[in-house]
């Protein structure tokens, strides 16, 4: 588990993001090909949000990246939701189904 701060300026101002946890995973999937998906959960403005980005060769595609804003303001549900996701290895293209059935 990592954890970082990074601050990001904005031309209105400046907005604190702290990324919380950090859970990588590794996963055999087509033609025996080892696929490592990064997930992140990120508190802003007093909300949890997640991203998920799968690590490729083509980190350009759009089915590579995804970022849920304010999932959820319990931290606890939070990372809950963050060790479901990461223990499922689901890919950045279905994060947000899974967390609208998740927080259903």
Do not use: W
């Not at 904005?10 to 950090?22: E, I, N, P, T």
């Not at 804003?69 to 809950?80: K, L, Q």
């Not at 990461?86 to 279905?94: D, I, N, R, S, T």
Request: net charge negative; proline share 1%; charged share 25%.
């Amino acid at each position: 588990m990592k954890f970082c701060f990074t601050l990001t300026k904005y031309d209105k101002g400046v907005s604190f993001l702290h990324m919380m946890q950090s859970i990588t995973t590794k996963t055999i999937c087509d033609r025996n090909k080892e696929v490592e998906i990064i997930y992140n959960l990120v508190f802003q403005n007093a909300l949890y949000s997640l991203e998920c980005i799968r690590v490729s060769e083509n980190n350009n595609e759009l089915n590579n990246y995804c970022f849920i804003e304010n999932i959820t303001e319990d931290e606890t549900e939070a990372e809950n939701c963050l060790q479901t996701v990461a223990k499922g290895k689901v890919f950045p293209v279905h994060i947000k189904d899974v967390i609208e059935d998740y927080f259903k």
